[in-house]
Nanobody
Framework: QVQLVESGGGLVQPGGSLRLSCVAS????????IGWFRQAPGKEREAVSC???????AYADTVKARFTISRDNAKNTVYLQMNSLKPEDTATYYC?????????WGQGTQVTVSS
């Protein structure tokens, strides 16, 4: 079955960096687009970035030029490199797959940006 597992979150100071990983199983990652989303306490889940099966990338305006999404199909993994982190980036980050009308989500990884 489809499974997505995020990791790489943690506590980081403003201006710091983290790299999130999303390991996929149960499907062939190379054939599908994957998105990263985040949800802060009391706020709605929002799209952060996505990468197509042809490596096309898109970013929310709030993270553009700071975050970079990439994929390694051989490792069944999608990455989100986050640089110049700000306190407002604090959230639980999720990766997601939409396959045949069904949305699959990982369990999320917590990112806290604080001094």
């Amino acid at each position: 079955q489809v499974q997505l597992v995020e990791s790489g979150g943690g506590l980081v100071q403003p201006g710091g960096s983290l790299r999130l990983s999303c390991v996929a199983s149960g499907f062939t990652l190379a054939y599908w687009s994957i998105g990263w989303f985040r949800q802060a306490p009391g706020k709605e889940r929002e799209a952060v970035s996505c990468i197509s099966k042809s490596d096309g990338a898109a970013y929310a305006d709030t993270v553009k030029a700071r975050f970079t999404i990439s994929r390694d199909n051989a490792k069944n993994t999608v990455y989100l490199q986050m640089n110049s982190l700000k306190p407002e980036d604090t959230a639980t980050y999720y990766c997601s797959l939409r396959q045949r009308g069904i949305d699959y989500w990982g369990q999320g990884t917590q990112v806290t940006v604080s001094s």
